[in-house]
């Protein structure tokens, strides 16, 4: 049939098997509940509802604070250097001075490269970048004892010894202002951190007074858990976290800052090396004789990194929808989960009868793949069926020559074929146990049985009577035994389906009345055919009886379609 135009119109949807089970319905409900939770606490926590845009920030901060150390009064402009501002500021807890330092020569101080005890030890013009100078070739007296290379530098050369403790601990009574001015481009919303009704006297505290812009040092560093008397000595980098996490919603509207605080230096690793944080500068100056001299100051202390981070949220009804859509997709988790459950059935090494191998066959459906990729097929499909095979014949490329001799893939024929395990030896059993019941003529049938026509089996799914109730056997209906116990209606229907077969053995044809009373009762509804159990009287009887050749009435019967299908 052509394409017509209406063809471009149709909807297609898929089709699905309903499986009526509990174990299945209630892995279902815990996997989809499972998932609503998810979404709904995703979408309440992590506000994915809104529109989402980083902060852009600036800092700027002011330190105050005094000090009296080393018979001298130190304020902002002698401990904080460099000048206060930008998103660091450093404060100078501790310091070595070098006072009255020349140019001149003078020997260094002791190590491992410059101690000597003659002159050809010593390098001249050798600059070593751990050394204080330039090396002059001699070797001099560091005291009564020592003798160290002589270097031409800034004498005398620094001291190593540092201060304990620090000269400057006093300044963990320093505080300092930090203003910080947010600004979130997306909804051109700008912000800063010190309110309306600023106190100029509060000072930050994390219960008390949690959105104060003032902080005092030594505050900080117990709030990062460190010591600040320990960390005066040789100094540290301690990193202010201030966090903007707003929602700019005009119901739920919240924009604070959320102050945060952490050392940044590793104190066990890099103090092995380089210890703490420190430089070096110098104030230079001339004296009465003209001589340029020189203070050099090592001075230690504290970096405080300011770090601003945030996000701001407002609700957009795109932003929803998108989260809804990638949601949408979590709900297959239930079907994914059971499709793998029935899917673990594998025909090479599962039972033919388990309950996996049943929702296996009536979930998915077999079909042979094309011997070429469809895209490259130019060819008609053809179904060939031979009376001499079985199975049924695929042609799906294209012929070279007759038909009769194409190549192609061989599809099972669509049939019912009884597959009760060791059939001929099930026969023999049973006919065992027909004859001891016949030969105690005292023997009562088993106690499920209800039709009084049943034999006593000991495997409990053989356990089955034809009846539910009370009454007549199935066996004595006439209908029973014009289709199953008929032998030349049964041995037409044996060879409806293969032609050119042998008139079939007897226990052949008893195991194939068996197939023809299966497919009787269960109207050949292929999903069950494979799984229907005969019941034991129903069985007895095939067994034991020998098949009638005509019908009962003297007429042949021969059923007028094959099977029941």
Request: with cysteine.
């Amino acid at each position: 049939m052509a394409p017509t135009f209406a063809d471009c119109f149709d909807y297609s949807t898929k089709k699905e098997v309903r499986i009526q089970s509990v174990p299945l319905g209630v892995l279902k409900c815990c996997i989809t509940f499972g998932v609503i939770v998810f979404v709904c606490f995703s979408l309440i926590t992590q506000k994915s509802y809104q529109k989402k845009d980083s902060v852009i920030s600036s800092v700027h901060t002011k330190v105050k604070g005094f000090a009296n150390a080393y018979s001298r009064i130190w304020d902002t402009a002698e401990y904080t250097v460099p000048s206060p501002g930008g998103d660091s500021f450093f404060v100078v807890t501790n310091i070595v001075k070098t006072e009255n330092q020349r140019q001149d020569n003078c020997s260094e101080l002791p190590s491992q490269k410059t101690i000597c005890s003659r002159d050809d030890v010593c390098k001249k013009g050798l600059a070593d970048p751990q050394s204080n100078g330039i090396q002059t070739g001699r070797c001099i007296n560091f005291n009564s004892t020592l003798k160290t290379c002589e270097v031409s530098a800034w004498c005398p050369v620094e001291s190593q010894t540092t201060p304990v403790p620090a000269v400057l601990e006093s300044a963990e009574n320093f505080t300092v202002l930090i203003k910080n001015n947010i600004h979130f481009a997306a909804f051109n919303f700008t912000k800063k951190n010190i309110l309306p009704k600023y106190n100029v006297s509060c000072i930050y505290d994390r219960v008390k007074a949690p959105l104060c812009p003032i902080f005092r040092l030594g505050d900080i560093l117990r709030e990062a858990g460190e010591n600040f008397s320990q960390v005066a000595v040789l100094g540290g980098v301690i990193g202010i976290e201030i966090n903007w996490d707003c929602d700019l919603d005009s119901l739920r509207y919240k924009c604070e800052p959320h102050y945060s605080f952490r050392r940044l230096n590793n104190k066990v690793v890099d103090e092995r090396l380089y210890p703490g944080l420190n430089f070096r500068f110098a104030r230079h100056y001339k004296t009465s004789d003209g001589k340029d001299t020189r203070t050099l100051i090592k001075a230690y202390g504290i970096r405080f990194d300011i770090q601003v981070y945030g996000t701001g949220g407002k609700f957009s009804l795109f932003e929803l929808a998108i989260f809804i859509g990638s949601c949408l997709s979590y709900f297959g988790c239930a079907s994914l989960a059971i499709d793998f459950i029935i899917g673990l059935y594998k025909p090479c090494c599962c039972n033919a009868k388990s309950v996996l191998k049943y929702y296996n066959d009536r979930k998915y459906e077999m079909v042979p793949g094309p011997a070429v990729p469809l895209c490259f097929s130019k060819s008609q499909l053809k179904f060939v069926s031979f009376a001499d095979e079985e199975d049924i014949l695929m042609v799906d490329n294209n012929l070279k020559d007759s038909l009769q001799f194409a190549s192609g893939r061989y599809i099972q024929r669509e049939r019912f074929a009884y597959t009760e395990a060791n059939c001929k030896d099930s026969h023999k059993q049973n006919e065992s146990e027909m004859r001891l019941i016949k030969g105690s003529s005292t023997t009562l049938p088993p106690a499920w049985c209800k039709c009084n026509k049943c034999i006593d089996v000991t495997q409990p799914e053989e356990q089955l009577c034809c009846r539910l109730g009370e009454g007549q056997c199935i066996t004595d209906t006439k209908i029973f035994n014009y289709l199953v116990l008929n032998k030349e209606a049964l041995e037409y229907a044996f060879q409806y389906d293969n032609p050119l077969s042998k008139t079939p053995e007897s226990e052949d044809l008893k195991c194939y009345a068996k197939q023809k009373y299966i497919e009787w009762r269960f109207r050949c509804r292929r999903y069950m055919l494979d799984f229907a159990v005969i019941p034991s009287c129903c069985k007895n009887a095939i067994e034991t009886c020998n098949l009638q050749t005509q019908h009962p009435s003297g007429a042949l019967y021969l059923p007028p379609t094959h099977g029941m299908c």
